[in-house]
């Protein structure tokens, strides 16, 4: 199975507490444009991950088992209300 990259861009900075905190603040298929983002100052940075090639395929399958369990649900639903 294929796979590519993802590059999530972080960035930190300090919370109402004076804590470190890092917030994602993009994505990006491009390591050009993950490299152009950490070198924009010190306190951004990206994180490598990797994604199946056919992660559309993964979401709709995902969907379309949300929506099977809602429907069942449903039913359920229905019949219990039919036998009282």
């Known amino acids: 199975m294929e796979s590519g990259r993802v590059y ?10 004076g804590n470190v905190t890092s917030r994602n603040v993009g994505v990006t298929f491009s ?3 993950a ?8 306190e ?4 490598t991950h990797s994604v199946h090639a ?5 979401a709709a399958t995902t969907d ?9 649900r449903i039913v359920e639903e229905q019949q219990a209300e039919a036998l009282r």
């Open 54 to 58: 056919d992660w559309q395929e993964d």
């Open 8 to 17: 999530v861009l972080t960035t930190l900075s300090l919370d109402g507490n």
């Open 44 to 47: 951004n940075e990206f994180e």
């Open 64 to 72: 379309l088992i949300v929506a099977l369990r809602t429907f069942r």
């Open 35 to 42: 490299e152009a983002h950490k070198a924009k100052g010190v």
């Open 31 to 33: 390591v050009h444009e």
